[in-house]
């Protein structure tokens, strides 16, 4: 996370982990949720908070949730099934579920089935937002294999010289597992930013960094810029009405990584375009260019270690790879070189022990919620 969406300390209020979950579940279930699926979705939210990926967490995720439950916008019981089926391969009908429950019991079937054969890909259409990917994509590695994950979603990106946004944000998470070293964890939009960190802007006040977001014709902005000077953003600015509509994140245009045609925004577009034919089209989800898009599609994919290779030797390889990114002179004072993965995993030991650093206006939203829906609180 850049220093920049860092909640300022004067603004910290630290809750422990436990409580912190025993609180969103009951919150999630209030909306007709079973318990399985609270606790499901629980997990993810909790996961991505204790990595230190706010964006993806409890403070912009749940009350998004809520709103898109409480307008319909999502099934609380969905009655997800396989439509189609291989040996290595399936496509679910996720009935308009939230991603966050309908994903991880996907992956465990991606798992199961490259136990069999080496390989299992699932797709899933009709779905939910699908929260932070690298979360799935950990379920592979932590059963010894090498995870993907990708989400095809709503309009956001605008491709290279389009005026008009035409493509999601798209992320991409691999996940390889180490032997004593954290494993290798990348997960990443395929947009200069998440549009959830436009959100984390947004409370905290941070301006915009150059080459994240295009103006209303679609030209990069190139410069710092507040998202207050946006007169063409009114929608952004409400953030309350937006996360009560159930929508995710805030409306900016968002550009391609890469933010010009000069500096690669052509890669970014163009690895969009994959996520939507592996995620979207691949389980006949209508994608964002056609004007028909309805709901998100997803991808999950387990490959099991051992139809390649030992898999103790893998692991062992692994860490002297991934050491050699450690071992790298920096080039930065008080920087270091490190991996995908390496930091999230520093600061997943640190809160477990020391609680997940929230900032105060969330905290005032978690006791306002919990006395609307009469839970408990933090």
Known sequence: MLEKFHVAKEDIIHIEEERLRSVTKEILMTQDISEKDALLATDALIKADLRGVESHGVSNMLRAYLGAFKSNSLNPKPNWKIVKETASCATINSDNGLGIVVAPQAMEIAVEKAKKTGAGIVTMNNCGHLGMLAYHSMIASDNDMIGTTMAACSPRMVPTYSSVRALGTNPISYSAPA?????????????????NKIVL???????????????????????????????????????????????????????????TREIGSHKGYSMAVVVDILAGILNGTRTAPTGEYKNQGHFVAAYDIDAFMDKKEFKELMDRYLQSFLDLPSNSEGKKVVYAGYLESIEESKRSEFGIPLHKEVVDWFKKISVELNTETL
């Open 179 to 195: 032997d004593k070293l954290p494993d290798f964890v990348f997960d990443a939009a395929m947009t200069s930013v998440a549009g």
């Open 201 to 259: 802007a947004s409370r905290l006040n941070v301006p915009l960094s150059p080459g994240w977001i295009a103006d209303k014709d679609g030209n990069p902005i190139m410069e710092e810029v507040n998202i207050e000077e946006l007169n063409h953003e009114d929608e952004s600015k409400n953030l309350e009405n937006r996360y009560n509509k159930g929508y995710i994140s805030s409306s900016v245009d968002l550009l391609p990584f890469g933010g």
